[in-house]
Nanobody, 121 residues
Framework: QVQLVESGGGLVQPGDSLRLSCVASGTIYNIDSMCWYRQAPGKQRELVAGITRGGRTNYADSVKERFAISRDNAKNTVYLQMNSLKPEDTAVYYC???????????????WGQGTQVTVSS
């Protein structure tokens, strides 16, 4: 089994920065894509940013130029650096990853439990 554990959320003011982390643990051979999603109250969960094992990234238009996703493959960890935060960034942020447990296993998709980010003055 694989667990994804997010950390780094909190309450910040508009314009502040936060760095989220997500560590994958358990039986892991390797991890393909790792992503951050978010879900605001009353809204659908949306993709914020994603990164492949090779480092290719993609972002939602709403966070481009403000957020940066990165990963440390040796630590099975993905990060989300969030700068110039806005009230509309308030949401629960979830980590998502495609993980292969063994060399012969198919990739399976996993979710973390989420971390709350609140941007308010």
């Amino acid at each position: 089994q694989v667990q994804l554990v997010e950390s780094g959320g909190g309450l910040v003011q508009p314009g502040d920065s936060l760095r989220l982390s997500c560590v994958a643990s358990g039986t892991i051979y390797n991890i393909d894509s790792m992503c951050w999603y978010r879900q605001a109250p009353g809204k659908q969960r949306e993709l914020v940013a994603g990164i492949t094992r090779g480092g290719r990234t993609n972002y939602a238009d709403s966070v481009k130029e403000r957020f940066a996703i990165s990963r440390d493959n040796a630590k099975n960890t993905v990060y989300l650096q969030m700068n110039s935060l806005k009230p509309e960034d308030t949401a629960v942020y979830y980590c998502n990853a495609d993980v292969r447990a063994f060399i012969s296993s198919p990739y399976r998709n996993y979710w973390g439990q989420g971390t709350q980010v609140t941007v308010s003055s």
